[in-house]
């Protein structure tokens, strides 16, 4: 375990997201221009859609897939009555707030998710090709349960035309759209751009890991007085917590050692683009501030450098691998 | 010398994740026209933000700019305020002239 | 307190494709500065437009403003109605203050 | 046939394409940003004319390529008429209109060509270097007869510039630029940039079509209502026209299948860049909504679905492969 | 009909590596709140200019805008101006209305 | 020699960058969006930086790495006097425009640096991998000689804030920090990443150069007239001397050949990022229409057609290779 997580830690992924974060940190004006950040994210959702739709396709379809996305489901929309109430002992944060960072962490972040993946490969572990299915699924549900929190007095804003956008964000139409084409073109598919995706995938997730972390310290710097000692300890514990439910999902749905990680990696990591989107919507009232810092400037790291190795581990143990 | 008219620039400047709902409600008031520009960071309340290397579209901004004939004013600003309301954003108005008022 | 002087801004917003014939055609009239200003989408008379993902210039406008003493105004004014003419724009004038005068 | 439609629907790159047309019909907020696409177009263009320049260098140069370059330059000139009287006869287009949109059909479409040029390899085929200078030529003569058709009412302006901004316009330098360059520097220089102009083709170009679709798609949605069915109608009949014009041309020269089969695609497609700009600056009477949604939104995916194997049969045919 | 009150909307024109100096400047001068708009490319004294493939910062130009109220006018342009003084850059204000003044 | 600068001239590296400069002078509207060329230049300083990172984790660091950043400082914070001289004497350069033009000879261009890499390795030659960290720092030294001579008469303004944006800039922070992931992740972190920042690497620095020659084609087309026949010379001849001073020094040094020629081309390029963004904050009244022109438009070209050959056969005949 302490020598995985070392593994971890001196990674080129890591490292370059430790870059980016001194880079925050000192004011370089090292920056990676909106347009290119963007390509880089259409890049990796495409790629890990699609090789999710080639294993799918390659190993067949089975009942785990059902029972997977359901269990999914589930957690995202459970998840943030659990950060709801953490958050309400541990921090001082009103009940908007509360429940709109709560939001955040029962749906996902798909770049922790990609580089579990990774560390995965490194690790010369598989996963379920379908974990990407489970990972769009689990991005909208948390979404519902944090406005259900917070509409209780009132303060939310729901309507038809939000519903379309979270359900219809870019990212989950891209990620289900290249896994259904990859699930339908298959190893014939991979064949004929594999050197596109999976080639140089780790290298464009380094340069992505590089701008996160630029993002990540820039948030750090400018929030930091945001973030008291209760929202720190929310933003490392609910993860665990997370990414505990993650497992024992995982394990009891009988995913092999890297899917039940996977599923751990779900549970554990924070969305920071399209609940954040969704919140500023409906719920004009939660500041930004606290739920992006904690999302992308505690939990994310975490995750990235403690968490992925820890879900993995215990993983291992609970499937017996 | 050319014939101006009178007109009013109003220029909103509005989370990006509000636009839509900002220009659906300008076309319901009536507006026929308007432009989209990019703002690439600024500050106010809530703080420093910008653009550069962002993913996604919760962080940013844009600026909503409709030229208007002075009595078509009202309801475009009652349906603006309606869609900014609780958000942050900044509503302002000027003066103007506009050639090729016909196209108004 | 700054002494700022009395100056025109012209705003026109234009098709991509027509930037060059108009800021030409203002050199030729005299305008000795001016600026261009991205502009994301919009709408009007020819529909709804929005840059995203566009590879060519044909789809896209632009904003030029020019600052100018008030005496420009007119040959401005000629110069850019003679490129915008039959196409798809909004020229609009505003009054403003301009520090540093001296560099118009 | 049959088979080789079906080969080509489930390829990933009209997969691609058809993800961003579903994308941008349910109005999910996917996008790709205008730098990326921009930047995917260079890439495109640059790898295409350097291999064609890479091709030629190898096979050599022969009499055929004047013949092909003189053959295009009148498809591309005399095209224009055709589809004008077509859609005077099958629409109520009047007479700018009708120009302006036979103007786009006389040109080409040089992501169709890319896109026919991957079906040719997936075949096994090969086809004549120096048809990527063909293309490039058969770009601008359409718009002087689309000019040619608007002045005889006084209605298009047409000044030197210009014809510096359509015979210098950025596709055609890059193209011709680029061929220059594969052609001087042959295998020894291909070898130098393969892995960046060779390997990671086909998954660009999946990506450039996700982009191509969400356009077309945008184009379809807003724009429906212009296209009556007559426009619909020739928006299918009139590829098909100029890929028999173009396949002829092709087996006239004595060309290979595949060079035949490029031929018919160069004929068949419509360009949807360079004749849009030069028409707003010419003719900024016709209306844009028309003549984009029919080359984009009707003839570019008619082409790459049903088109380009089309082509290829009847190619196969004629010339006997 | 919209209350709204007067303001003053003053826009900057500044060489991107001063970009951070002026907004520093501002915020000491008691601004809280300004957006930053991208420019394209222009032309002026020091020649044409454009950002097309540019790799570094030092070619291009930004637009600060900031709407404050009318008694706040004079700090800032003292600010703005102490940055901008021999650097080039175009200083303009214009009147303006603003809605939700509470906010400014 | 001869054979080599023709080698050299006709490489696609070259030519790409003839395309861009000739399609500025025609005026085509072919351009690179800037978002995309930022993001090909922090792909070529991540790559460069990470694989002389690699180089020195396998090599191990020896004494000579401090006395060649010992001499790259120096060799930085001392050529602006000589090029200062140079320009007093040989143009009619007011003290301000002298000196700012002077502080982009002695601080470096990375493209060029890179471009003599990729040069160095068509020739079978290594080097040693910390003349990455040897270019970072010899960005800034020239600022501050530069500074000094302009303060002589007030017109400089220094500030810390300046400072720490020098020292601090993107390029460096990005060129020394993948230098420092490259070096602790060594040849396992290089496999990695190996087909993102090796593979495709000469592919991407030639559209970069492409965009090079557009910008360095431009700036010519609108500053010819600031150029007279004395700065012309100045942007040849100051380069060969730059060049002649670093050959001895790394030559001094003992470093390999590949490693004196690349001390050569520090010495002998000149600024085109940090530089000119220094000076239009500290010293706002030089001219960047000069020093642009003569950095891009004159020596940038010169260096990369003439000058790196000329820099190579040099170091091979002063090394004795
Ligand atoms: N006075 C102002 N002038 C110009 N832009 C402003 C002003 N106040 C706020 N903004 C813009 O609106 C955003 C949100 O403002 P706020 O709601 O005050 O945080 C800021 O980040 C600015 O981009
Ligand atoms: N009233 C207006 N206010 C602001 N921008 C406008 C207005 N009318 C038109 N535009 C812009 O000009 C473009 C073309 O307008 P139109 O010619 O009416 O289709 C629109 O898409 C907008 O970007
Ligand atoms: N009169 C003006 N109107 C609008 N923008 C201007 C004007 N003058 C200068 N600019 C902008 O400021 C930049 C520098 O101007 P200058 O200092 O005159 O070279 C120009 O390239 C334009 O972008
Ligand atoms: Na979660
Ligand atoms: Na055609
Ligand atoms: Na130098």
Redesign the interface.
């Known amino acids: 375990m302490l020598d995985l997580a070392i593994a971890n830690l001196s990674s080129p992924l890591i490292l370059c997201f430790v870059l980016g974060v001194f880079a925050a940190l000192v004011r370089s004006d090292l920056y990676i221009p909106e347009a290119a950040a963007k390509a880089l994210s259409i890049y990796l959702l495409f790629a890990i859609g699609f090789k999710g739709g080639v294993s799918v396709s390659d190993h067949g379809l089975d009942a785990t897939l059902l029972g997977a996305l359901l269990a999914g489901v589930a957690l995202s929309a459970t998840l943030p009555f659990l950060a709801y109430g953490f958050l309400r002992i541990m921090s001082r944060l009103d009940r908007v707030n509360a429940a709109a960072v709560a939001g955040h962490y029962g749906s996902i972040s798909i770049v922790t998710f990609v580089a579990a993946t990774s560390v995965l490969q490194d690790n010369g572990l598989s996963s379920e090709g379908f974990m990407v299915a489970v990972a769009a699924a689990m991005e909208a549900p948390a979404i519902l349960s944090a406005l259900w929190l917070v509409s209780r007095d009132g303060s939310a804003r729901m309507d038809s035309k939000l519903w379309r956008e979270i359900l219809l964000n870019g990212s989950i139409v891209l990620l289900l759209g290249s896994f259904l084409i990859g699930a339908l073109t298959g190893k014939d598919g991979l064949a004929e751009i594999e050197s596109f995706i999976v080639s140089p995938f780790k290298g464009v997730l380094c340069l992505f890991l590089l701008d996160m972390g630029l993002i990540a310290g820039r948030g750090l710097r400018d929030n930091r007085a945001m973030i008291g000692p209760g929202l720190l300890a929310f933003g490392v514990v609910m993860p665990i917590l997370g990414g505990l439910v993650g497992v024992i999902a995982g394990a009891g749905l009988g995913l092999s050692t890297g899917g039940t990680m996977l599923f751990a990696v779900l549970g554990a990591s924070a969305s920071y683009i399209a609940v954040p989107a969704a919140m500023r919507v409906a719920v004009p009232d939660a500041d930004p501030g606290i739920y992006l810092t904690l999302s992308l400037g505690i939990t994310f790291p975490f995750n990235l450098t403690i968490g992925i190795p820890l879900y993995l581990a215990v993983a291992r143990m609970i499937t017996g691998a | ?2 014939k ?1 008219h009178d ?1 009013k ?1 109003v220029a909103i ?1 509005i ?1 990006t ?2 636009q ?2 900002l ?1 659906d409600a300008l ?1 319901s008031a009536g507006v ?17 933000w ?10 940013g ?3 909503v700019v409709c ?1 208007i004939r002075p009595e078509r004013l ?1 309801p475009l ?2 349906a603006a ?1 309606r869609v ?1 309301d ?3 954003g ?11 008022a016909e ?1 108004f």
Request: charged share 25%; with cysteine.
């Open positions: 010398m050319h101006t007109a620039r400047i989370e994740p509000m839509s709902r220009t076309e026929t026209g308007y432009s989209i520009l990019p703002v690439l960071g600024g500050s106010g309340k809530s703080g420093r910008s653009r550069e290397g962002q993913v996604g579209r919760a962080g901004m844009v600026q030229i009202d600003l009652d305020y900014v609780r958000h942050i900044v509503i302002t108005v000027s003066d103007c002239q506009v050639l090729r196209r």
